[in-house]
Every structure is written in C-alpha cells, then in structure tokens.
C-alpha cells in the first residue's frame, strides 16, 4: 500500500506566496512522474504541474512563471512552491504519483486527499 500527504495549504493575499510538499510512504520500489492538480466545486480536476523521475518538468500556462514544481528522490517528497498567487489560483491541490511498488511489483496511479488553497484579500 501506498499514500500520499499534502502539506502547506491555507489562506493568503493575493501576490503572496505558499508551499505545498507531498510525501509518498508505503511499500515504494519506485516513484515515475509526480504532479499537482488542483479542482474547483463543479469542475473538473486539471493539470497545475508534473515532474519525471529524471526532473524533466511541465506547466499549465495559467501558471507558468508563478509556479515551481521539485522534487526530492530520497524523500519520495514534491514540492509546489507557489508565487504572485492570484484569487484565480483558490482550489483545492491534489498531489498524484505513478508508483512502482515493492514485491509483488505493481504499478499504481497514487492520489492524495487534497489541500485547500485559498487567495483572498
């Protein structure tokens, strides 16, 4: 079993920053592409950001140049850091990760609970 934690959501002004960090624990082999969606009430969940195993890194226009994805192999941890945020940017953030997990070896599509964001003057 694997899972996946956020951390670093909450409540900002607009142009300010946050940070949000994933962890993936549980019986890992190994962890392919990571990523943040994010999902507002009524729609549908998109694509904020994704990360290869190798760093190789792709963006949402809507926040190209604001927004930052990394990652951290030994701690099976990414991390969005999240600048100029607009009001526009308020959803709840989603972490994914495609897992290859320990014996029996299986390939999973990993989701977290989700973390609120919310930009708000």
């Known amino acids: 079993q694997v899972r996946l934690v956020e951390s670093g959501g909450g409540s900002v002004q607009p142009g300010g920053s946050l940070r949000l960090s994933c962890a993936a624990s549980?019986?890992?082999?190994?962890?392919?592409?990571m990523g943040w969606y994010r999902q507002a009430p009524g729609k549908q969940r998109e694509l904020v950001a994704r990360?290869?195993?190798?760093?190789?890194?792709n963006y949402a226009d809507s926040v190209k140049g604001r927004f930052t994805i990394s990652r951290d192999n030994a701690k099976n941890t990414v991390y969005l850091q999240m600048n100029s945020l607009k009001p526009e940017d308020t959803d709840v953030y989603y972490c994914n990760a495609g897992v290859i997990t320990g014996t029996p070896y299986r390939s999973l599509k990993v989701w977290g609970p989700g973390t609120l964001v919310t930009v708000s003057s």
């Open positions: 990360i290869s195993s190798g760093g190789s890194t």
């Open positions: 549980g019986s890992i082999f190994i962890i392919n592409d």
